[in-house]
């Protein structure tokens, strides 16, 4: 993200709530757990066609781009050294 590169990966966990609209967060096929099993092509048709459209789809690929990087400002050292000072002088502080 910080390269200005939409980042694609699964909707499982915290990465819609980290990527936010800097990627793309598809579902992966039913049953996915990881591990050895390996999807069919079927199955990953639109990942893949995530990633050939940012490739072929120069305005798109930049609009994504911009999008991308809006979002990883939220996670620049500067803004997270913020929140957590803020988070941690508010705790820190006796009542």
């Given at each position: 993200?910080?390269?200005?590169?939409?980042?694609?990966?699964?909707?499982?966990?915290?990465?819609?709530?980290?990527?936010?609209?800097?990627?793309?967060?598809?579902?992966?096929?039913?049953?996915?757990?990881?591990?050895?099993?390996?999807?069919?092509?079927r199955?990953?048709?639109?990942?893949?066609?995530?990633?050939?459209?940012?490739?072929d789809?120069?305005?798109?690929?930049?609009?994504?781009?911009?999008?991308?990087?809006?979002?990883?400002?939220?996670?620049a050292?500067?803004?997270?050294?913020?929140?957590?000072?803020?988070?941690?002088?508010?705790?820190?502080?006796?009542?």
């Amino acid at each position: 993200m910080a390269n200005g590169i939409a980042v694609l990966a699964s909707d499982r966990g915290t990465l819609p709530e980290t990527l936010d609209d800097g990627g793309f967060l598809p579902t992966p096929p039913e049953g996915f757990t990881g591990g050895l099993a390996t999807p069919a092509d079927r199955e990953v048709a639109p990942w893949v066609a995530t990633i050939e459209r940012l490739w072929d789809d120069p305005a798109w690929e930049a609009r994504h781009r911009e999008l991308v990087l809006m979002e990883a400002g939220r996670w620049a050292p500067d803004a997270v050294a913020g929140r957590y000072q803020y988070f941690f002088g508010s705790i820190a502080r006796p009542d």
